[in-house]
């Protein structure tokens, strides 16, 4: 065990953990951060998908040492209102729900690296996410909206 601080969602918090344990642990069962969900463990689905300084990474895998020293968003994050999360509710995308705050979450980091992705881009892009509902369809219509959303008024991309 060890004291660690662990920046997340803005606000550092202090933990008295093991730094071996998956980010994930910490996330749901010492902040109660409870909408990152726990899918595989073996980073295989993406349902635990979180930001790490921005990138998407699953926090099934990520040992919380590794987390130290930067900025961990979950969707608790975003915050509800986010343009991803708008674009979500008007497509109606989740069925039972339990891999769309991992969708989001990879979803808001594709769009930052790429503001306007083409359906291909969007399909290698989120790939690694996996939903069994097979909301796919529904995602990939969800990004286009947000780029849109998010995309500046006078660029017509
Ligand atoms: S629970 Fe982390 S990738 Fe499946
Ligand atoms: S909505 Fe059910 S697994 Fe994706």
Redesign the pocket.
Known sequence: MAKIDLRVNGETHTLEADPGMPL?WALRDLLHLRGT?????????????VHLNGAAV????LPLSAAVGAEVTTIEGLGGNHPVQQAWIAEQVPQCGYCQS?QIMQATALLAANPSPSREQIRTGMA???CRCGTYLRIEAAIQRAADALRPQDDPA
């Open positions: 994930l969900k726990y899918g595989c463990g073996i980073a295989a689905c993406g349902a635990c998908t699953r926090a099934c895998m991992g690694g996410v996996l």
